[in-house]
């Protein structure tokens, strides 16, 4: 059986939850988030706390408890503090703006400008022009979107000019070696 499965997850102050059939709402006082949970396991609200609960068939639904515990645990935390990604321009020219709250424009170096819209739920500061800071309520939507604008210029290994989290580390490859 899974340790965290059987952990009960409290519920603080001001958050209420609310289970109709597999989908689980949690609304606090940062907004509001919903899930589907496996048909397997059941989620049960009793006295302030949140109890995950494996279905009739052991083998395949205990594997599937702490994934469900996790997820319903990231949702309250969501709406109680919310979760945040923090990325980093590195390049010479390189730069982030935010147009408006829909709109992030990137400059990364190709010939046109980058417009990424931002999708729903998802607060983007921008308090330099290097860097970005990606905020919601949803840790999934949150660790998609951040990995999304990374994407439109990866970190390389040679000067590390890119997009990177502020705590990702770049290991550097040595340049080309000259003629003798």
Excluded: C, W
């Excluded at 395949?60 to 997820?71: E, I, K, Y």
């Amino acid at each position: 059986m899974s340790r965290i499965g059987k952990k009960p997850i409290p519920i603080p102050k001001g958050v209420k939850v609310a289970i109709a059939g597999t989908q689980v709402n949690v609304e606090g006082p940062m907004g509001k988030v919903a899930k589907n949970i496996p048909e397997n396991v059941n989620v049960v609200v009793e006295s302030e706390q949140i109890l995950v609960q494996a279905g009739p068939e052991p083998q395949r639904n205990t594997a599937l408890l702490g994934l469900s515990r996790t997820l319903v645990a990231n949702m309250v935390e969501g709406v109680t503090k919310g979760f945040q990604k923090n990325l980093e321009i590195n390049g010479v020219g390189y730069r982030a703006e935010a147009k408006s709250p829909k709109v992030l424009n990137l400059a990364l170096g190709y010939s046109h400008p980058i417009e990424f819209p931002i999708p729903e739920g998802i607060t983007i500061e921008v308090e330099k022009q290097t860097q970005i800071a990606v905020k919601g309520v949803d840790k999934e939507l949150v660790g998609e979107t951040a990995a999304n604008i990374r994407a439109f210029r990866s970190p390389e290994p040679y000067k590390g000019k890119g997009i990177k989290y502020k705590e990702e580390r770049i290991i550097r490859k040595a340049g080309k070696a000259g003629k003798k």
